[in-house]
């Protein structure tokens, strides 16, 4: 699967490429329009074309969530449990931006840009978890916090209806005035416009990316699941749309009737004027002279394959299954927390088709999740980590935003929403697979907590535990000499066995070292998972020995004993690619700047005259051993 899935998937990426070059170097500086909450017709705009994002502000959670979720956080942070995520990009490593953590139900994974994260379960008091001793009483504590905020989501979000609008401050709670549109703007909006940002930072390497602001490589590689920015409306309140817009998938374009000022009846954008740098005030001025929308649209229409490439990933499961569709009561089962402070970044890439300003990630739909789920986002600023809140201070500080856009469409304009510190937002129904979102960068330090329900069928400990049973279930064990022995030789059995023994080692074993010893330094959890599927591993080594002495004994039937030997070398192949992939990886001058205890560890991995393995590591002798034997048959 693997390698068909890379034999199909990399012209479609490269096309994908040379086509995003093709309509930025079209665009040149101009910019397609985006709204902010003080531009006139933000809210129609919002109603007909994002109606699945929903706005919670900080004043309507209660004081005491919002007290034990921040107080998490920081004792995360900490603890050192959010780090950056060394992941792979377009056949190449970079570390993401943002530090992160899994927290989630026990045994569960969250899977994006070929990295597996492992969580860190919350210890919460209807839930039995093994090894309530694996981490200390503090980490325990903002674990459980972060499962109160992840019930109170669940709760929250399954009681919203089509076209609530439902105020949630309290009661005298200062509530800002919203004046009319096209008033001056608000606080908010004039810090989003002095640095609304763009689109990039997931990637940001510490090689130094020197990439231009019309790279190739954002959007195909800034779809991982960094989301946590929450927007507030001036009258803060929940907000859904009443209307829904045409959407007809990913790859629609879609033409809102949205009006945008008097020049552009009937939602539609005659063309761009370009914007200035610096404290453009202005994000929707269109000028006649400008190059029509219509131009360019069907340099856009070809970008469609993108999605397609994007579906056709196969991220998160090692093997496809059939999709599944979020109905009943939501339950979110993982949460990813983010951390970042642009202080330390030394360069943010500018967001490219809007002029939204510094991003600290770009342009993407969440991976892993089962369709139609919702994404739930808490946000939290401040000025250190210390805690301290971002509002008030001596100065003001332009705040963190997020950025939304209809998926590959160039007609309806973007939308951008400030966050206040303690915001949460909901992304419902399609939104997600519909529509594209990027996160805008602030000037304070930012955490978030963005729950969602991840798509787990090949990504539980229970799951990878039940594929172990079954291949080992082929294998018998004799109870006085404990040698062992095949019991089924069919084919089919044979490379079942042989790709459970690949997933094993590639989606789990060296998942879990290649990020170094995060997971028991602070939370021992999945210690003793771990060691057992190593053991069930180096079962299946014996497993493999097993088969390879039957398709090179003589007087074997001639045809069976070649499907036999071509199962055999296609699964061996793929493992000794994969095992040079890693060790790669393991190696890179990336990895070396990690210190020791972040460091990935290549492992499992052997001596060539070790004799507790039956197996060499390198499987390049072997492979020519069996192609030898497959020349002769």
């Not at 109170?152 to 949630?168: A, H, P, W, Y």
């Not at 039957?550 to 493992?575: I, K």
Request: glycine residues 8%.
């Amino acid at each position: 699967m693997q390698k068909v899935y890379a034999a199909s998937y990399q012209p479609v990426l490269l096309c994908c490429v040379l086509q995003r070059r093709r309509l930025l170097r079209e665009l040149g500086d101009q910019k397609i329009p985006f709204l902010g909450p003080s531009d006139r017709g933000f809210q129609q705009l919002w109603d007909s074309s994002y109606s699945g994002l929903v706005l919670r502000r900080s004043c309507s959670l209660p004081a005491e969530l919002h007290g034990r979720v921040q107080a998490a956080f920081l004792t995360l942070r900490r603890k050192g449990c959010l780090l950056r995520d060394l992941v792979r990009v377009r056949d190449r490593d970079v570390f993401t931006a943002v530090s992160r953590a899994l927290l989630g139900e026990p045994g569960h994974t969250y899977r994006y840009l070929d990295t597996r994260l492992f969580a860190i379960p919350w210890h919460s008091e209807d839930t039995e978890v093994k090894g309530q001793n694996c981490c200390d009483p503090d980490l325990r504590a903002a674990c459980k916090a972060l499962w109160e905020l992840n019930t109170f989501f669940c709760s929250d979000v399954s009681q919203l209806k089509e076209g609530d609008r439902l105020t949630q401050c309290a009661k005298g709670e200062a509530e800002p005035k919203q004046g009319e549109e096209g008033d001056t703007e608000s606080k908010h909006s004039e810090d989003s416009k002095n640095s609304e940002g763009g689109d990039s930072g997931s990637r940001q390497s510490e090689e130094g990316d020197t990439e231009s602001k019309h790279s190739e490589e954002w959007d195909i590689e800034s779809k991982h699941s960094e989301e946590g920015c929450s927007g507030s409306k001036q009258e803060g309140e929940w907000e859904t749309g009443s209307k829904h817009s045409s959407e007809e998938g990913e790859s629609s374009q879609v033409k809102p009737s949205v009006t945008v000022g008097s020049e552009h009846s009937e939602g539609k954008f005659p063309g761009w004027a370009p914007k200035t740098s610096g404290t453009a005030t202005e994000p929707v001025g269109l000028g006649t002279q400008e190059k029509p929308v219509t131009q360019l649209k069907h340099s856009l229409s070809d970008y469609h394959i993108e999605n397609k490439a994007e579906q056709a990933s196969g991220q998160g499961c090692s093997q496809p299954s059939p999709p599944q569709v979020c109905t009943g009561p939501v339950k979110f089962n993982v949460t990813l927390l983010n951390y970042m402070n642009p202080a330390t970044i030394s360069q943010l890439k500018e967001e490219p088709y809007f002029g939204m300003g510094k991003m600290a990630v770009g342009w993407h739909h969440d991976e892993n999740l089962i369709t139609h789920s919702p994404v739930a986002v808490y946000s939290y600023s401040c000025h250190d980590d210390k805690g301290e809140s971002s509002e008030g201070g001596s100065g003001e500080k332009a705040c963190w935003r997020i950025g939304l856009k209809v998926a590959w469409d160039i007609h309806t304009p973007g939308l951008m929403l400030p966050l206040e510190s303690g915001d949460c937002y909901y992304m419902r129904d399609d939104l997600n697979s519909t529509h594209q979102h990027c996160v805008l960068a602030g000037d304070t330090a930012r955490f978030s907590s963005t729950h969602r329900v991840a798509e787990c069928s090949s990504g539980t400990l229970t799951y990878i535990q039940s594929q172990c049973q079954k291949a080992l279930s082929n294998l018998h064990t004799d109870p006085e000499t404990g040698s062992h022995s095949l019991l089924a030789l069919l084919p089919t059995t044979l490379q079942h066995c042989e790709q459970i023994h690949n997933e094993v080692e590639f989606e789990w074993l060296r998942q879990y070292w290649f990020q170094g010893q995060r997971y028991a330094r602070f939370c021992s959890w999945w210690t003793r998972p771990m060691e057992q599927l190593e053991k069930d591993w180096r079962l299946m080594e014996t497993m493999t020995m097993l088969f390879l002495a039957r398709v090179e004994e003589e007087g074997q039937a001639g045809e069976g004993r070649r499907e036999m030997a071509e199962t055999l070398l296609s699964a061996l192949t793929d493992r000794h690619q994969q095992r040079q992939t890693w060790r790669d990886r393991c190696h890179s001058s990336l990895a070396q700047t990690l210190p020791p205890e972040e460091a990935p560890v290549d492992r499992p991995f052997w001596g060539v005259d070790d004799p507790s393995m039956p197996l060499p590591f390198d499987l390049a002798d072997i492979i020519n051993r069996v192609e030898s034997l497959l020349w002769r048959m």
